[in-house]
């Protein structure tokens, strides 16, 4: 008689703290990341996680304010902020949200990383 496996269960859970987690810019996106965000080809993608997850509200006025956006995706319930326009203004955008969560918030932060 075979053996039945025992259950195995994952259990996922938010460790408290504040840091950006990732700070990416896709210079040059397939028109399929575009497609399968719902989004116009507008040019430079940047993406943020964060951490607690509601900042993602603060990043994405931010970095609105920082540079030439637009904000192309916000969900604060996972931390996560799309922005997007022209490389130039993506990269500086992304450079002063971690800035002033770091400086100002008292964040950990990630190196900003480009593909």
Same mark, same amino acid.
Request: net charge negative; no cysteine; aromatic share 8%.
């Given at each position: 008689m075979a053996e039945i496996p025992a259950t195995q269960r994952l259990i996922e859970e938010s460790v408290p703290g504040k840091q950006v987690t990732l700070a990416h810019v /896709?210079?040059? =996106? /397939?028109?399929? #990341?575009? !497609?399968?965000?719902?989004? !116009?080809?507008v040019g430079a993608i940047g993406i943020l996680t964060l951490s =607690?997850?509601? $900042? @993602?509200? /603060? @990043? @994405?006025? +931010?970095?609105?304010?920082? @540079? !030439?956006?637009?904000?192309?995706? +916000?969900?604060?319930? $996972?931390?996560? #902020? #799309?922005?997007?326009?022209?490389v130039q203004s993506v990269t500086e955008a992304l450079t002063k949200v971690c800035q002033i969560l770091h400086d100002d918030l008292g964040f950990d932060v990630c190196e900003i990383t480009r593909t």
């Open positions: /896709i210079a040059s =996106p /397939i028109q399929a #990341v575009y !497609d399968s965000l719902g989004i !116009d080809n =607690p997850y509601e $900042t @993602a509200m /603060i @990043a @994405a006025d +931010l970095a609105a304010k920082a @540079a !030439d956006v637009t904000v192309g995706f +916000l969900d604060r319930f $996972t931390g996560s #902020v #799309v922005v997007l326009g022209d």
